[in-house]
């Protein structure tokens, strides 16, 4: 019952943000912006008992993560802007993605040693 229940607040969000988004673009993109899935995350978390030291690992989780998201919608948006379709621009959204998460912990562990 308790993940149907996080299944439909959750759906209910993000169904509402998707509606700002239809009417107001931008103020749906700044909504969309805000780190609603990692505070839901971090609530529903909260709520099933993890320790703090879970929630932190993830929180430190999402932090490794929003660089490569940084560039993520960066390409993206270039991409769309030059006329390519959605689903062509979120491939290369998605691989370049990947190519910073893999370029990002190969240079830390790289690093790492001479800190």
Do not use: C, H
């Not at 308790?2 to 931008?26: D, G, H, N, W, Y």
């Not at 780190?35 to 430190?60: C, D, H, M, R």
């Not at 960066?74 to 390519?84: E, G």
């Amino acid at each position: 019952m308790f993940l149907i229940t996080k299944i439909l607040v959750s759906a209910i969000i993000i169904a509402l943000v998707t509606e700002v988004a239809r009417v107001f673009p931008k103020y749906g993109g700044i909504i969309a912006a805000l780190p609603l899935v990692s505070l839901l995350s971090l609530f529903w978390l909260y709520i099933q008992g993890e320790q703090t030291t879970n929630l932190s690992k993830f929180a430190s989780g999402v932090l490794w993560g929003f660089p490569a998201t940084t560039v993520l919608l960066i390409i993206v948006v270039i991409s769309l802007k030059a006329s390519l379709s959605l689903f062509i621009s979120l491939g290369f959204g998605v691989g370049g993605w990947i190519i910073f998460l893999a370029v990002q912990d190969f240079l830390v562990k790289k690093l790492t040693p001479f800190l």
